[in-house]
């Protein structure tokens, strides 16, 4: 009898979802995207309504070769790639290509469960056009952008830098926030805290702040200012003038998404957003428990729906009753708003079963994966749990012309909070903080243990880390849940970010670079047009825009802009950028240039001056001479002669390697024979610590142009 084939995207995700087909199924897996714009051109007829002009992606041929055998031998094929607009174009591409439309079937798993598996199947849908044309606008879109305007940088500035249609929008909130932070002039300001204690009873003291200095707010500006208010309020009796109790209640989170995933993970685990989706990835494509096999732990991790399946809420709130009490169990379940924009038939992300707690599955988890899998199965419980209830007491004190307000926090029922709290970022406040007053009662006098003046200054917003750059483009509307992580991974590739501290901080390359697109491509730039963008390619997706009517419109500008760019953007290249480092051969200032190896410091009286200098950055980002530095010694490479390793040297013509055993011995090689004679890999660009490589990541494809969309 002939079988059926299901055709997923990865071998991991073929294995979990073999375990439950049975032997009537062949599962096969794609390894990703099999066809694509092709790498080494435009691959993209604008004159022809933007035709794509696919390829088949070169290392995939022989996946192909193989899924076209298994289709012949099978009556129907089912398509599971992911269920979202990644996973509908390999699809698609796939039907095209083996021309299986006559019995091809799109399933949709949102969890790889027993349950989920068999119903998508069971009730398998049609390829939907217009997931595909949206991903292939996208696809396009993206190319136009890269491929076009990355030529131009390599003219202006350097070769191998990209511009991204989402990316550079996302560089740019960076370089903007850190010349805000620049820019920024910190306002001295006081405040007057006077530390109380009861007469009588409970001494417990407590520092309440003024607030308000004959009947003005409290609004003080300098020292002296502050002296004159602490020298009025001292001798001063005081008094609680008002005692204001209030039950705060703070509700349990929704369940995660993409982006909260993202940052909660970056707060909590300090994971950077690429590692979170990998291992997210990993738990949704199956892991091996032991006698039972594969299991997809969480469901799909690529989503912006909040919404829940009836049978998993069902599950979680049983799992609450028997676990935590049914003092923890709100009467209805708790429901959370959706945004427009999200795909509906998405769910949130959250364990296929509540009831696999961390615990049982830890025998079977790296440490990371059993990190962030606890972390999505307490966020999922506690979503579904009671609100927090607060104490809340605010107390005024009188004390003369003078008032000063402290307020005091106490939990009286711990809600969902028992489970699972909120990350917060450093520069804010901890709502869950509990502040203990002794109790107070209006009219009682209170004894004054200490007044002070406090100096402050106002702060600059602080910098981006991963996780509030993701916040920032969710609440903008750029970007989407499959580009948040490729975003952050591509601008910190190309070195126009680094992470100081954990926080995202614009190289000069980063800031050139920007400067130069949002002068020739301000709309490209545009935070409000690129999220409308955005906007309209879901639209593509619902069916109401055509996607070449919507190309059609963009190129109209963007085309006008590319050959005003061609002529008129600056080029660095010629004009560097200016630094206030002296040239110490003739006085005159120095400027970053950018050559084949990197940026370099340049004599602005070039050519009349020659003096050029290596340079880097130290910690606060500022320009550090680097002098020349001993040969590294590459202990993975021996030479082939007399066994010494060899040294990485510069010549004439770039970098080479050389025995070290020179002069007894002077043999030389080129990198290139090194990487084809023996299985190491020479990377240039790792700084010569000898890192082996897969070959695929060899240093000649570093500049390569299948990297510069994203
Ligand atoms: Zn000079
Ligand atoms: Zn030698």
Same mark, same amino acid.
Request: charged share 35%; glycine share 4%; net charge positive.
């Given at each position: 009898m002939p079988k059926s084939l299901v055709i997923v995207e990865s071998p991991a995700k073929a294995r979990t979802i073999k375990k439950y087909l049975g032997k009537d199924f062949d599962v096969e897996a794609s390894a990703g995207h099999l066809i694509d714009l092709p790498d080494n051109r435009l691959g993209v007829d604008i004159e022809k309504d933007f035709k794509p002009q696919y390829v088949v992606i070169k290392e995939k041929k022989k996946f192909l070769d193989q899924l076209e055998k298994a289709v012949r031998k099978s009556e129907k094929v089912y398509l599971a790639s992911d269920p979202d607009r990644e996973g509908e174009a390999i699809a698609w591409h796939i039907v095209e290509r083996l021309k299986i439309r006559d019995k091809a079937y799109r399933v949709l798993i949102h969890e790889i469960t027993e349950k989920a598996v068999l119903e998508a199947i069971r009730n398998p849908t049609t390829l939907s056009r217009d997931r595909f044309e949206a991903q292939q606008a996208?696809?396009?879109?993206?190319?136009?952008?890269?491929?076009?305007?990355?030529?131009?940088?390599?003219?202006k500035v350097k070769r191998g830098l990209s511009a991204g249609r989402v990316q550079s929008v996302a560089l740019r909130l960076i370089v903007d926030r850190e010349r805000e932070i620049e820019g920024f002039k910190p306002e001295e300001y006081w405040t007057i805290e006077a530390e109380l204690k009861k007469l009588l009873g409970d001494s417990t003291p407590f520092v309440a702040t003024l607030i308000r200095f004959k009947d003005k707010k409290v609004d003080i500006k300098s020292e002296e200012e502050a002296r004159g208010v602490v020298e009025a309020l001292r001798g001063e009796k005081y008094r609680? =003038?008002?005692?204001?109790? $209030?039950?705060?209640?703070?509700? =349990?989170?929704?369940?995660?998404?993409? &982006?909260?995933?993202?940052?909660? =993970?970056?707060?909590k685990l300090r994971f950077p957003v690429k590692k979170t989706m990998s291992i997210a990835q990993k738990l949704y494509e199956g892991v091996d428990l032991g006698d039972e096999g594969p299991v997809g732990l969480i469901t799909y991790m690529r989503t912006d729906s909040v919404r829940v399946s009836e049978h998993a809420v069902g599950e979680v709130r049983e799992y609450i009753r028997n676990t935590y009490g049914l003092e923890f169990l709100p009467e209805q379940?708790?429901?959370f708003k959706v945004k427009k924009t999200a795909q509906d038939a998405h769910e949130a992300i959250r364990p296929t079963s509540i009831l696999r707690t961390p615990e049982s599955v830890k025998p079977f988890l790296t440490e990371d994966e059993y990190e962030l899998y606890r972390l999505i199965w307490q966020r999922f419980i506690s979503s579904q749990m009671n609100p927090a209830v607060y104490d809340q007491t605010t107390v005024e004190i009188e004390a003369g012309e003078g008032v000063f307000r402290v307020t005091g926090s106490l939990i009286k029922f711990p809600g969902f909070?028992?489970?699972?709290?909120?990350?917060?970022?450093?520069e804010e406040e901890d709502k869950d903080e509990e502040k203990r007053l002794p109790e107070l009662v209006e009219g009682e006098e209170l004894m004054l243990v200490g007044l002070?003046? $406090?100096?402050?200054?106002?702060?600059?917003?602080?910098? !981006?880390?991963?996780? &509030?750059?993701?916040?920032?483009?969710?609440?903008?509307?750029?970007?989407?849940?499959?580009? !948040?992580?490729?975003?952050?991974?591509?601008?910190?590739?190309?070195? !126009?970010?680094?992470?100081?501290?954990?926080?995202?901080?614009?190289?000069?390359l980063g800031r050139v670079v920007t400067d130069l697109l949002v002068e020739g491509f301000p709309e490209i730039m545009d935070v409000q047009f690129t999220a409308e963008m955005e906007e309209k390619l879901d639209k593509v997706e619902e069916?109401?825009?055509?996607?070449?009517?919507?190309?059609?419109?963009?190129?109209?500008?963007?085309?006008?802009?590319?050959?005003? =760019?061609? &002529?008129?953007?600056?080029?660095?290249?010629?004009?560097?950028v200016p630094t206030d480092v002296r040239c110490d051969q003739c006085g005159a200032y120095m400027i970053i240039k950018w050559g084949r190896r990197g940026e370099f410091l340049s004599c602005s009286r070039y050519p009349d001056c020659k003096n050029a200098k290596q340079f880097e950055y130290s910690g606060n980002g500022e320009i550090r001479i680097k002098e020349r530095s001993e040969p590294q010694i590459r202990h993975d490479i021996r030479c082939d002669l007399c066994g010494e390793p060899m040294v990485v040297r510069s010549g004439k013509y770039g970098k080479f390697l050389g025995c070290s055993g020179y002069p007894a011995c002077k043999n030389v090689k080129r990198f290139q024979d090194v990487e084809k004679g023996g299985d190491s890999v020479v990377n240039l660009e790792d700084g010569g610590k000898g890192k082996?490589?897969?070959?695929?990541?060899?240093?000649?494809?570093?500049?390569?142009?299948?990297?510069i969309e994203a």
């Open positions: 996208r696809r396009i879109l993206d190319r136009l952008v890269g491929y076009q305007v990355s030529p131009i940088l390599w003219k609680v =003038a008002l005692v204001e109790r $209030k039950e705060r209640l703070r509700n =349990a989170p929704p369940p995660f998404i993409t &982006s909260t995933l993202q940052q909660e =993970a970056s707060r379940p708790n429901t909070t028992l489970v699972y709290r909120e990350g917060k970022e450093e002070e003046g $406090k100096q402050h200054f106002t702060q600059p917003p602080p910098r !981006y880390t991963e996780s &509030s750059l993701v916040k920032e483009l969710e609440e903008k509307g750029v970007g989407r849940p499959s580009t !948040y992580a490729t975003i952050l991974s591509t601008i910190q590739e190309r070195e !126009y970010v680094i992470k100081e501290k954990n926080r995202l901080k614009p190289t000069i069916g109401s825009i055509n996607w070449v009517q919507l190309l059609k419109e963009f190129y109209k500008e963007f085309s006008k802009r590319l050959k005003n =760019a061609e &002529s008129s953007m600056r080029s660095l290249k010629r004009e560097g082996k490589q897969g070959k695929r990541k060899s240093f000649k494809k570093v500049s390569s142009s299948k990297a």
